[in-house]
Structures are given as C-alpha cells and as structure tokens.
C-alpha cells in the first residue's frame, strides 16, 4: 500500500529542546516535502527535496531544518523549537516528471511547543 | 509566484442542498489544479485534479470542478451535500515551470452540513 508515513502523530515539547519529525514514503518518489497548518492561513511549504542530497526553501523555512541522506526519507528538524512552531505539520511526496503526479500526504504530525 | 484564493471561509448548509465553492488561482503558465478534502482529524484527501482535457472533472464522493481558463477559476461543485461532507475544503495550484513541484494552497473553506 502506498504510504506516507510521519513520527510522531502527537507531541507536545518545550521551548529550546531539539525535536525531529521523521517521514519516510515507500513508493520511491523523488520529491518530498515539508507544508505546515495554521488556522486561516492554509498550508505553507516549509522545504521541499526534489532527489537525495538536493533540499531547498519554501515559503516558511525560518527554525527548520531537513535532510535527505535516503531517497525513502525526509525528516524536519527543529532545532530550538519556539511557541510560534506549534502547528500541524504534513510530509508530502511524489515523482516529479510530470508536474500532474498525484501528490501523497501523511497524516499530519501535531506538534505543541509550550 | 502563484496564489489561490478560496471566496468563502465558512459556508454553512443543510443536507440535500447544492454546494458550489470558488476558486480562483494566479499563475503565469500551464497549471495544474487539485482540491483536497481534510475531514475532521484527518489528513488531506484528494477530491479531484485537473491537468489537461476535458476542463469538467469527476472526483469522488460525488464531487466535480470545472477549470475555466478565462476565469482563473477552478470551482468545486455537488448537486446535493450529505452531513458527511462536513470538513474543510482546500483548493491547490501546481505550476509547470522551475524546480519546485510544490502545491500552493488556498485558506481553505470550512464546509458545515446540518442533519
């Protein structure tokens, strides 16, 4: 089954202690990225990858960071997490030869920064 | 850059009535249009999509959306709305050009369907 997968689903965590949201997709897609959920704002791209070793910015990167060793995976790195960080956050994949693929989200990891 | 603007923020309505929720893009090429459904709790879904063809498109649970180019606008449609249909609605734009494949989400319109 085609599957994106985020860990945690919930997590409430302090200002200033290192976090890491991992995503991992098993249908070898080449893109891969990071939107978070904020009430009346839609989603926001956070990073984007479009293959292993190539990550770049999207519209809120400020406080993440990503990386892509593995094709299969793309964690979210918060380094000193902020209240302003707490948020819904989404992992998205898909193959990007052909800008009509269907783009897969996980389900939504919930993250509470007190 | 492109944008999407969704008209309504909440709409409310009773079962059996019909849904039309609009949406409007910006964007300086060939586009690619989705609307994706979040239902309480969950994740995002994907309704329907739009590339290329026939600009009338069939998604599930009954929905379609038409792509009007001289519009901009990619309106999401249902004859006759049921409570299950209470969520949020989210209407997305996928350019064709430069490296980011990234969706541009509109704010998203609440949907509330009452019994």
């Known amino acids: 089954e085609a599957q994106v997968t985020q860990n945690p689903r919930y997590l409430i965590t302090v200002t200033g202690k290192k976090l890491t949201v991992t995503c991992s997709q098993n249908?070898?897609?080449?893109?891969m990225s990071w939107y978070r959920q904020d009430p009346g704002l839609g989603l926001r791209q956070i990073y984007y990858s479009m293959n292993v070793e190539v990550t770049d910015k999207g519209d809120v990167p400020e406080g993440y960071k990503v990386s892509r060793k593995e094709k299969r995976n793309f964690p979210l790195i918060l380094e000193s997490p902020s209240p302003n960080q707490t948020s819904l956050y989404f992992c998205?994949?898909?193959?990007?030869?052909?800008?009509?693929?269907?783009?897969?989200f996980g389900e939504g990891s919930w993250l509470t920064v007190v | 850059a492109q944008s999407v603007s969704q008209h309504n923020h909440h709409v409310i309505l009773s079962e059996a009535a019909s849904l039309e929720l609009g949406c409007n893009y910006s964007?300086?090429?060939?586009?690619?249009l989705f609307w994706y459904v979040q239902y309480p709790g969950q994740h995002l879904q994907l309704l329907l999509k739009?590339?290329?063809?026939?600009?009338l498109v069939k998604g599930i649970k009954g929905f379609e959306a038409e792509f009007i180019k001289s519009k901009f606008s990619f309106n999401l449609r249902k004859p006759s709305v049921q409570w299950s249909d209470t969520a949020e609605y989210f209407c997305a734009v996928r350019g064709s050009g430069g490296s980011n494949y990234k969706l541009t989400f509109g704010k998203g319109t609440l949907l509330t369907v009452n019994p």
């Open positions: 998205a994949s898909s193959h990007h030869r052909g800008t009509g693929n269907t783009i897969y």
């Open positions: 249908m070898n897609h080449e893109y």
């Open positions: 964007y300086g090429g060939t586009v690619n």
């Open positions: 739009y590339f290329s063809g026939d600009p």
